[in-house]
């Protein structure tokens, strides 16, 4: 493969990674007006908007191993981006709830398929030196899409509801750039080590099942499921604990910090591979950390607390989702896109969707305190960081070598 073609592949891959997060919140601004247009449809039913999508990705994800070992690359990916393309679109088209959530469903089953192929891809065909910073800069583009998607859905849901939807048609950006560049190579339904390719190029690859994966990389599954638990308590809640404890902050600029917060969380992707060489094996705690300090912050309140501590929450979200990706894609290797990348895909969503019944029993237990989601958020970082502890962190020898040789200039200097 050429420089030429590397690089146009790396973008098709990480095009990829701008609409995943799209899948329910793109359309978050646009609760408000969906609601006056349907003022007989239950309050849970609204909220399934945005919901919807995650119990299908999680559910898609659980068969994706069968599917990537039944058809190639290209094919899924394809298929999976017409799905949220048209889905999502569609939504749009319907006055009728029940019709808006079944294309809500479509959107989260052709998430279900890109997400473990958005990086289990860089895994596939990059090697692991190439990994970190690639998965750093697929978590950025999580977030920038995140970004992008929400402002846009806010402008277009003040034309109409149903143009809000239209900002799917993004997808077809991916569509374009993957039907072009991306081989249509098969990654499933097999792993092969290093070792015994070297000892056989013939041998046919070792078939793993979903139960056997779930044993080996059962510390990356729950770590993920852990660290999006943590995020999500911060845009799940955040408005809400503003105006019921923290009047300082003005209504009208929640949405603004918010979307700050997005922004830092896409510096900490970009600057995931210079924490991984700088931080080696101690890059497992990085996350868990930053998680429980911007929750302290947030819990203080205040001008200072709540833009320090939504930097904070962003930050930890933006380096911790690529050094669960990049740790898991090493230990799996070629094998990741059908392995280990759709079970951690699975636990992030899954956090999603249980997210909202997870704070239902904090808020049992916490509600007399101040801000209780914060407290909670404490809880949960703290839970985040002694998982971590258990993780043998892998560091590319290439990484390894890079921050030896700069720690012999800085001594000579």
């Known amino acids: 493969m050429s420089k030429q073609q590397r690089k146009t592949l790396m973008i098709s891959i990480l095009s990829l990674s701008l609409l995943t997060v799209m899948a329910g919140a793109a359309v978050a601004p646009a609760l408000g007006v969906i609601k006056e247009a349907f003022p007989n449809a239950s309050q849970l039913s609204i909220q399934l908007i945005i919901s919807m999508p995650a119990l299908f990705i999680f ?4 068969i994706f191993p069968r599917l990537s070992a039944k058809f190639g690359s290209k094919t899924l990916v394809l298929a999976g981006l017409f799905l949220y393309t048209v889905g999502g679109v569609a939504a749009g088209l319907f006055s009728n709830i029940t019709l808006l959530l079944c294309m809500r469903a479509l959107v989260g089953i052709g998430v279900g398929i890109i997400m473990p192929l958005s990086t289990g891809l860089l895994a596939y065909y990059y090697p692991p030196e190439a990994q970190s910073k690639l ?16 402002l846009l859905a806010g402008v277009l849901s003040a034309v109409n509801w149903r143009a809000s939807f239209l900002v799917y048609l993004l997808g077809l950006i991916s569509v374009v750039l993957c039907a072009l560049f991306l081989p249509n190579d098969r990654l499933g339904g097999s792993r092969e080590t290093e070792e015994q390719a070297d000892e056989t190029a013939d041998a046919k690859p070792e078939k793993v099942s979903v139960i056997t994966s779930i044993k080996t990389y059962y510390k990356y599954i729950i770590a993920m499921f852990l660290l999006m638990s943590c995020f999500f308590l911060y845009p799940a809640n955040y408005a809400m604990e503003t105006l019921r404890f923290d009047t300082m902050v003005p209504a009208s600029l929640i949405s603004v910090i918010m979307a700050f917060a997005d922004v830092v969380a896409a510096v900490g992707g970009f600057l995931f591979f210079r924490i991984m060489k700088t931080a080696k094996g101690m890059t497992k ?4 950390l930053i998680f429980l ?4 912050c947030l819990w203080f ?3 200072v607390g709540t833009l320090l501590g939504s930097a904070l929450v962003g930050f930890a979200n933006g380096a911790g989702v690529p050094f669960v990706i990049s740790q898991g894609s090493m230990k799996a290797g070629k094998a990741a896109a059908s392995t280990v990348m759709p079970l951690v895909s699975a636990a992030l969503y899954l956090s999603q969707f249980v997210s909202p019944f997870l704070m239902s029993g904090a808020t049992a237990v916490l509600g007399n305190f101040r801000h209780p989601a914060y407290l909670f958020g404490m809880v949960l970082s ?3 960081l002694l998982w971590s502890l258990t993780i043998q962190v892998i560091v590319p020898k290439p990484l390894e070598l890079a921050a030896e040789l700069e720690e012999q ?5």
């Open 135 to 150: 998965s750093g800069y697929s978590s950025a583009m999580n977030q920038i899409g995140g970004v992008i998607a929400t």
């Open 285 to 288: 705690i990085v996350s868990p």
């Open 301 to 303: 309140g205040g001008w």
């Open 409 to 413: 200039k800085a001594s000579r200097s």
């Open 293 to 296: 300090a911007g929750f302290v």
């Open 382 to 384: 703290v839970l985040f």
């Open 59 to 62: 559910l898609t994800n659980m």
